[in-house]
């Protein structure tokens, strides 16, 4: 049995089926609430940059966004110590 969730939403006007795993949509939800987007205006969003990102299909494209989103929002290691340092002074 697949741990993927199949949920369906609309891209362009049209309902399509997407499979990601649990931890993707809950990713992909917490994005649509941080930018102020419905989850289908963020499917759209994404559908566009199919291409773009090299990805051959929507559910590539959503885990690849999920993940660079969320890397872009975490500090790098060396950012993270720096930080570290001023907190201990």
């Given amino acids: 049995m697949s741990s ?3 949920r369906n939403v609309y891209v362009a006007g049209k309902r399509t089926s997407l499979r990601l ?3 993707f949509w809950e990713g992909l939800e917490e994005i649509a609430q941080r930018e102020s987007v ?3 205006e963020l499917c759209n969003r994404l559908a566009e940059r199919v291409e773009a990102v090299d990805a ?4 590539s494209a959503v885990r690849i966004y999920v993940l660079e989103y969320f890397m ?3 500090p ?3 950012e993270a110590r720096y930080g ?3 907190a201990a002074e």
């Fill in 4 to 6: 993927k969730k199949l």
């Fill in 56 to 59: 051959s299909n929507l559910s």
């Fill in 76 to 78: 790098k290691q060396e």
């Fill in 21 to 23: 795993e649990a931890a």
């Fill in 72 to 74: 872009a929002a975490t």
């Fill in 38 to 40: 419905t989850l289908g």
């Fill in 84 to 86: 570290l340092a001023i």
